[in-house]
């Protein structure tokens, strides 16, 4: 196994910190940068990216299943994020790394668990394992920062948690995240991720017989954003 631990998207918050909290706990691991033109930071060789445009999401963001709780503005451009980590596996990361860490520089990873243990659990068992924060946890009066537990619910839809990913990378296929692009059918956000891995399914269907199979946790890591971002998230939206 060699881990290849992918920096992508927007850096921001304290991102510097939170790329030396994710240094200290994989050790072991290289860390590959990447951003969008505009979006240039210091400290790091980054790879930057002409930022990808689509309206396709508009239309997505208006149906109640895909959308149900979030902010439409934030939905609308949901597919960035796996686009960026699309063009870093197909540029920037040598075939030689088989197993992947997606990462999200505003993500602040609790130091009291054993990532590294779930790490070579994914990779052990072939299995995708999503990441959240506590914070949904926590409008049930629950604290999920030093502890993580896999999620059980019965979903509507197939999402992956996606603050933090841990994959195979031949299960990821960034051909088929452009291909899924250029026909504006790439969902945002959870759905979209679970696009990306086309012969994985979701644990909770019937059908659930072939591996790899989802595993999505909460716990163990929060999103450092700020007051505006925060805001944004919990707008109502307007169908």
Known sequence: MKV????????????????????RIFPDYDFFFSTWRGYEIEGENYTIYEEPKSDHLNALCNDKKIGRKYNAKVLAW??????????QLLFDVPREYDMIVRCRYDSELNEKIDWDHFVKKSYNRNTIFGFSSESAENSKGLKRWDSIIETTGKYQYARL????????????????????????ILQPSEQGWV????????????????LPVFRCFVGGLSLDRNEE???LMHEPRVL
Do not use: W
């Not at 949901?78 to 063009?87: E, F």
């Not at 299960?171 to 026909?183: A, C, I, M, P, Q």
């Not at 696009?195 to 072939?210: G, L, N, S, T, W």
């Open 4 to 23: 290849a631990m992918c920096f992508s998207g927007l850096p921001r918050g304290n991102y510097k910190e939170n790329i030396t909290r994710f240094r």
């Open 78 to 87: 949901g597919y960035k994020q796996i686009i960026g980590h699309s063009l």
């Open 161 to 184: 948690n996606d603050m933090l990913i841990f994959h195979k990378r031949n299960d990821f296929s960034s051909e088929r995240v452009f291909e899924l692009f250029r026909k504006e």
């Open 195 to 210: 696009q990306a891995f086309p012969d994985a399914v979701f644990p909770m269907r019937k059908y659930a017989i072939k």
């Open 229 to 231: 971002q925060i805001s």
